[in-house]
């Protein structure tokens, strides 16, 4: 038996205006720049079948993607361990998550709470509609690169402390510029018997923050590539993961005067938001156009039909004050002998991603951040001592530690895969 997918896309785009997730200063949305979708894929072998859906929000809360990931399994059969439910981390989406304990602004918005509604609806839809389509393929594996778009955003000083690269740091205090990764993983599944490519998946490490400030609804750089490929390939689904990358954003490449983007004038009325439009604009094609070009010169095989899953819970040592569920899942789900893919729910630093392909018995891993709930920043044990903003805001959940932790955690289910 051959490995069998199924795809589905489906409109999550809000009909009226709602709170914004970054709504620091422009309050409701302001019109649509760009359409919010929801994307999947389902893979189906002799042995187990899973169901990876990628939506172009921030984040969930871990209640959110249990209610789906159960609805999900009614209507399929699909077990709900084997239900990845990420988040593309695009800052400019209706709010979904609170900002800190107790936050509760916007979410008294009738508009919100009827989108919140939609949303879930859809998800549901979209992993279910794409199990139906259920169809045999090939598969194909390899990498590409974008340079220019995701910068570590967190360089130190000589003396060992982090400086964010929004506040324009002069680059002559700069002594180490921080680990960056421009490489897109792509995986495209064609259909066995036309060759028609059926899906795309792609995995980059880099916050899609770019249009924050913008007061329009935006799918930002990721859904850019989207329509990129969508446009190219009509009759494919592309599905976007976007990687560890709590210490990396495009800030440090973005092409605008020096003051466009700094805090904190980049949140108030006024700030030259056309400028970050052009620039989500320019990152989301730089994207799109190197994995076209990659899919253009892959080929695909059939593969052995094997799918399963694993999940690993760990708990962490919260912050101070912090009150906060302290246990974290880590899932791993395979298709065949080469591919896996990680969900983490937070936002782990790079360095992570890294340690978990390192140790991988996969050839090709995908690390999916934002994955099943959210869990907050998770950077290195060292980047505490070093500050900056992800080791000590309202949004870092643990302490010291919880990077590694999940990075252990993560080869361990992986290692449960490859038996």
């Known amino acids: 038996m051959s490995l069998r997918a199924g795809f589905s896309r489906r409109d999550i785009t809000p009909v009226e205006s709602v709170p914004l997730n970054e709504s620091h200063w422009c309050g409701l949305s302001k019109g ?46 699909v077990s709900e361990r084997s239900i990845l439910i990420a988040a593309t981390q695009n800052h400019s989406s209706p709010k979904i998550i609170p900002a800190e ?29 794409a199990f139906s389509r259920l169809a045999p393929v090939h598969i194909g594996f390899a990498t590409g690169h974008a340079p220019g778009v995701a910068g570590n955003r967190r360089p130190l000083r000589s003396n060992g402390t ?19 990764d421009d490489t897109i993983r792509v995986v495209i599944l064609k259909d066995a018997t036309s060759q028609e490519i059926h899906g795309v998946l792609m995995n980059f490490a880099c916050h899609p923050n770019v249009l924050w400030t913008t007061e329009r609804i935006s799918s930002d750089f990721p ?20 990687g560890f990358c709590g210490n990396i954003d495009p800030f440090k490449y973005m092409r605008v005067p ?14 030259p938001v056309d400028l970050c439009i052009d620039e989500s604009d320019r990152f989301g ?7 076209l070009n990659v ?19 760990i708990t962490g040592d919260l912050r101070d004050g912090v009150h906060f569920p302290d246990e974290v899942e880590i899932q791993a789900i395979a298709v065949d002998e080469r591919l896996a893919f990680v969900g983490v729910p937070g936002e782990p630093f790079l360095e992570i991603e890294h340690d978990i392909r390192t140790r991988s018995p996969f050839e090709f ?51 449960k895969l490859n038996g």
């Open 32 to 77: 649509v720049l760009s359409p919010l979708f929801v994307r999947s894929v389902a893979f189906h072998g002799t042995d187990g079948a899973a169901i990876l859906i990628s939506c172009d929000v921030i984040a969930f809360e871990a209640g959110f993607v249990s209610e789906i990931r159960a609805a999900i399994a009614r209507r399929t059969s």
């Open 223 to 242: 859904g850019r590539a989207c329509r990129i490929l969508e446009e190219a390939l009509p009759s494919s689904v592309p599905v976007y993961f976007t």
């Open 295 to 313: 899919t253009q010169r892959m080929t695909a095989s059939q593969t052995i039909a094997s799918v399963r899953s694993s999940i690993v819970r």
């Open 258 to 271: 020096k003051n466009a983007y700094t805090a904190p004038e980049a949140f108030e009325p006024g700030a």
């Open 365 to 415: 891993t995908f690390v999916c951040g934002q994955a099943n709930g959210f869990s907050g920043y998770m950077p290195t044990r060292i980047a505490y001592s070093q500050g900056g903003y992800e080791t000590g805001n309202s949004w870092t959940k643990f302490g010291p530690g919880i990077g590694e932790s999940v990075a252990d955690a993560a080869v361990e289910a992986l290692g």
């Open 285 to 291: 094609d730089l994207i799109g156009d190197e994995v």
């Open 101 to 129: 304990e107790g936050d509760q602004t916007g979410f008294d918005s009738p508009a919100l709470a009827d989108w919140h509604c939609t949303l879930k609806k859809e998800i549901i839809e979209a992993g279910t509609e």
């Open 162 to 180: 982090a400086v964010m690269t929004w506040h324009r740091p002069d680059p002559n205090e700069i002594a180490d510029p921080g680990v960056e």
